[in-house]
């Protein structure tokens, strides 16, 4: 079964509002968590680490005023796409590390997000 | 700079047949790789994997062959079932980062016709 649960699996919203994403690690706490985007025929690309209890950490060219994320707890990070435009429109995917080293990430089952 | 490629964004097989799918990188530093499969609306959910140490692993019938000469790993499904059908994504990782920060390629979408 899922590890990894991640809400809603689609959402249509209008540019300018705000949607949030949440992503649950099932029967585990995952103290860690990534966020990824994926363009049409394009690859996963990680936007940002989700540290419990601080401050998220994003890679280059991600802006974290727009893409807001929390972890506030050891089963859940939320993702917050602020002020969100039609070029905001992609397929979100939460993952969290298994718990071995090296053992792979589950992933949720993404959110297709459509901004008209 | 697209560190992990799949140059071939499709392939079709026959089931019973053998799949080949093809993964290239250009980081020399990567030291382990694993594949991923995805169905459509689904999260990807891990395949297989391989250390750098190795230059083959195998899981019933799917096997990943390592090359790191070439910088280059592929990984068969022998014999291919149409449950095969999914996008596959090969990525990679560097020292250190586990699993945890990978690289992932552009997918390549398996279709295996009964």
């Known amino acids: 079964g899922a590890v990894v649960s991640q809400h809603p699996s689609w959402v249509i919203c209008k540019s300018g509002t705000s949607v949030k994403i949440e992503c649950r690690s099932l029967d585990f706490q995952a103290t860690t968590m990534f966020w990824y985007r994926q363009f049409p025929k394009q690859s996963l690309m990680l936007m940002a680490t989700?540290?419990?209890?601080?401050?998220?950490?994003?890679e280059q060219g991600v802006e974290k005023d727009k893409f807001l994320i929390n972890h506030a707890s050891l089963t859940l990070s939320t993702l917050t796409v602020t002020s969100a435009h039609p070029e905001d429109s992609s397929f979100y995917i939460c993952?969290?590390?298994?718990?071995?080293?090296?053992?792979?990430?589950?992933f949720g089952n993404g959110t297709r997000l459509t901004v008209t | 700079d697209q560190q992990v490629k799949q140059n071939s964004p499709s392939l079709s097989v026959q089931e019973g047949r053998i799949s080949i799918l093809n993964c290239d990188y250009t980081n020399s530093m990567f030291d382990y790789f694993l594949w991923y499969k995805k169905y459509p609306a689904e999260g990807p959910t891990f395949l297989i994997s391989?250390?750098?140490?190795?230059d083959k692993n195998e899981d019933g019938r799917f096997t990943v062959f390592l090359n790191k000469s070439a910088k280059h790993l592929s990984l068969h499904i022998v014999p291919s079932q149409p449950g095969d059908s999914a996008v596959y994504f090969c990525a990679a990782s560097l020292p250190n980062s586990g699993s945890e920060k990978l690289v992932f390629g552009k997918g390549t979408k398996l279709t295996v016709n009964p």
């Open positions: 391989i250390s750098s140490i190795k």
């Open positions: 993952s969290a590390p298994g718990r071995i080293y090296n053992s792979p990430l589950h």
């Open positions: 989700s540290n419990e209890g601080s401050k998220a950490t994003y």
